[in-house]
């Protein structure tokens, strides 16, 4: 059995068991990386090991391995990777909403853009806020603001609506810490400022697109802000009303969004600008590092908590919620990345690399295409990028005529399409929004297409004027 015929069962088996089986994603994930590793033979895995550059001792070593090592090896080395960043950016999140930071944050945009223009501030407050925070957090926190704001501007609950969603779920697909651009960063190998930066630049560009969608979809489809059971009445003017005095600093609010972006950002810039092995070089790659830069973050998340909080119960509650949370994110990300590995492992990325090596300039769709694929069809943009990642990730080792941050960003816009009912997403904003499933399909699953069309086409025009190889 060829590698491309392991890895369509490997899919297969995912997306039985997701849509079909109802079961949990980490189950069908560790199932599909057991069936996968069961039918990957030991040429194979030589095959694998030698496109990796490993040592004879080490090749003999993975090849000798059992099934169930090879699959916890793979489990632990994904976790190894991200687990901590994970668990600290939940905290963060959960902080920040918890704290009142985030309202904080959101009510500055809003001042600093004017009620005429509180789409962009919407956007802009969306688009931060996902950086550390994970979108349906997001949401859940910006629709009361996206009613309260519809009540003063009849007739723009669809241009609110969208400009929350197309913030949101871009940050979340193209710039760590979010688990899907930082798992594809890390198996790639790729400078998290690197990543940083590219998601910025690229995030700015389809969540312009998506606005640009935004404005034209509000004018041609009314779109009626409805009752819904989740947020009363007495609720919204409660979120909506609340006083100045009763949120933290605008600066404290933004410190554990921006340090870490700083810290990371200038880690990567430190080996350039800097004498290698100076004390400042030193100093800032260890601050820098992406871990103890969220962990920095979180302390600061925390004591934001903390002071608004000063209720140690409370406080102890809503961390447990935000680890308990992070430990299932961890979980599944884990779950998926031993599934990637054991895809690499039938040799299909050498197979890929050496196609590469003639064709480079159709990499980019193809990654993009590959994860639009499985997003569509099992409804996870974290698991369709780690799915693609297992697929792409021999062409790491190819001679590349850009940058892999170019590859890695494919991968985040083609995670993007298309969502619809298989996504917890969609049923999220269906319910919350009081929206009709079609108009959930044209408010959200064709924004997010519009959006992640956009990120390709801007990739591959970069990947040619600035290939940074």
């Not at 930082?182 to 990543?195: C, Y």
Request: aromatic share 8%; with cysteine; net charge neutral.
């Amino acid at each position: 059995m060829g590698s491309i015929s392991i890895i369509l069962i490997g899919t297969a088996i995912v997306l039985f068991c997701i849509i079909r089986l109802k079961l949990h994603a980490a189950i069908s994930l560790l199932l599909a990386a057991l069936v996968t590793a069961l039918l990957t033979t030991p040429e194979m895995i030589t095959a694998f090991a030698e496109s990796k550059g490993m040592s004879a001792a080490d090749i003999a070593q993975l090849t000798n391995m059992s099934v169930g090592k090879r699959l916890a090896t793979a489990f632990g080395n994904t976790s190894a990777k991200i687990g901590i960043l994970i668990a600290l950016a939940s905290v963060i999140g959960v902080a920040l909403m918890r704290s009142g930071g985030a309202e904080r944050i959101i009510r500055a945009l809003l001042g600093l853009f004017g009620k005429k223009n509180s789409g962009l501030a919407l956007l802009s407050g969306s688009f931060t806020l996902a950086i550390p925070v994970f979108f349906d957090t997001v949401f859940y926190l910006m629709i009361p603001l996206v009613k309260s704001l519809t009540v003063r501007n009849r007739g723009k609950f669809s241009l609110y609506l969208m400009a929350v969603i197309a913030g949101g779920v871009m940050a979340h697909s193209l710039i760590p810490p979010t688990p899907g651009p930082l798992f594809v960063a890390e198996e790639m190998g790729i400078d998290l400022g690197a990543m940083i930066i590219g998601g910025l630049v690229i995030g700015a560009i389809t969540v312009l697109a998506g606005y640009g969608y935004a404005l034209w979809a509000n004018k041609k489809w009314e779109l009626p802000m409805r009752d819904t059971p989740d947020i009363s009445v007495e609720e919204l003017e409660q979120f909506s009303n609340k006083t100045s005095k009763d949120l933290p600093s605008l600066g404290l609010s933004l410190l554990p969004v921006i340090l870490p972006l700083l810290l990371i950002t200038g880690n990567t810039f430190s080996g350039v600008l800097l004498e290698k092995g100076s004390v400042a070089q030193r100093v800032l790659q260890t601050i820098g590092d992406a871990n103890i830069a969220l962990f920095i973050s979180a302390i600061i998340a925390m004591f934001l908590l903390w002071k608004q909080l000063s209720d140690s119960d409370a406080f102890k509650k809503f961390i447990t919620e935000a680890l308990g949370s992070a430990g299932m994110i961890i979980l599944i990300t884990a779950s998926g990345g031993a599934f990637g590995q054991m895809l690499q492992q039938t040799g299909i990325g050498a197979q890929v690399g050496a196609w590469a090596a003639n064709y480079q300039i159709a990499l980019l769709p193809m990654a993009f295409f590959i994860t639009a694929m499985v997003r569509s069809a099992q409804g996870s943009a974290t698991v369709a990028m780690i799915t693609a990642m297992g697929v792409m990730s021999g062409v790491v080792n190819a001679d590349l005529a850009f940058h892999p941050v170019y590859l890695a960003l494919a991968i985040g816009c083609g995670s993007k399409i298309f969502a619809w009912m298989n996504d917890s997403a969609f049923w999220i904003i269906t319910k919350m929004s009081g929206m009709e499933v079609e108009e959930t399909i044209r408010h959200f699953s064709i924004l997010l297409m519009v959006m992640a069309l956009a990120g390709l086409f801007s990739i591959m025009i970069f990947s040619v004027i600035l290939p940074f190889a």
